[in-house]
Nanobody, 120 residues
C-alpha cells in the first residue's frame, strides 16, 4: 500500500509565504514524477508544478517566479515553497506521484489534500 501525506497548509496573509511537504511511504520500488495540483472552489483541479526524479520541473504560468518545487529522493518527499501569495492561490493543494511498486506496474497516487487560504 502506497500512501502520500501532505503537510504545511494553513492561513496566510496576502504577500506571505507558505511551504508544503508531501511524503510517500509503502512498498515503493521507485518514484518517478512528483507534483502538486490544486483545486479552488468552483474550479477544476489544475496543475501547479511537477518535478522529475532528476530535477526537471514544469510549472503553471500563474506560479512561475513565485513557487518553487523540489524533492528529496532519499526521503521520498516533494516540497512546494510558495511566496508572494495572493487570494487566487486559495485552494486545496494535492500531492501527486507516479510510483512503481514491487507487486504491480507504475501507478498514479494522490494525497488527501491540504487547505491553503490566503486572506487578510
Amino acid at each position: 500500500q502506497v500512501r502520500l501525506v501532505e503537510s504545511g497548509g494553513g492561513l496566510v496573509q496576502p504577500g506571505g509565504s507558505l511551504g508544503l511537504s508531501c511524503a510517500a511511504s509503502g512498498s515503493i520500488f521507485r518514484i518517478y514524477d512528483m507534483g502538486w495540483y490544486r483545486q479552488a472552489p468552483g474550479k477544476q483541479r489544475e496543475l501547479v508544478a511537477t518535478i522529475s526524479r532528476d530535477g526537471r520541473t514544469n510549472k503553471a504560468d500563474s506560479v512561475k517566479g513565485r513557487f518553487t518545487i523540489s524533492r528529496d529522493n532519499a526521503k521520498n518527499t516533494v516540497y512546494l515553497q510558495m511566496n508572494n501569495l495572493n487570494s487566487e492561490d486559495t485552494a486545496v493543494y494535492y500531492c501527486n506521484a507516479n510510483i512503481g511498486t514491487y507487486s504491480k506496474s507504475t501507478s498514479n497516487y494522490w494525497g488527501q489534500g491540504t487547505q491553503v487560504t490566503v486572506s487578510s
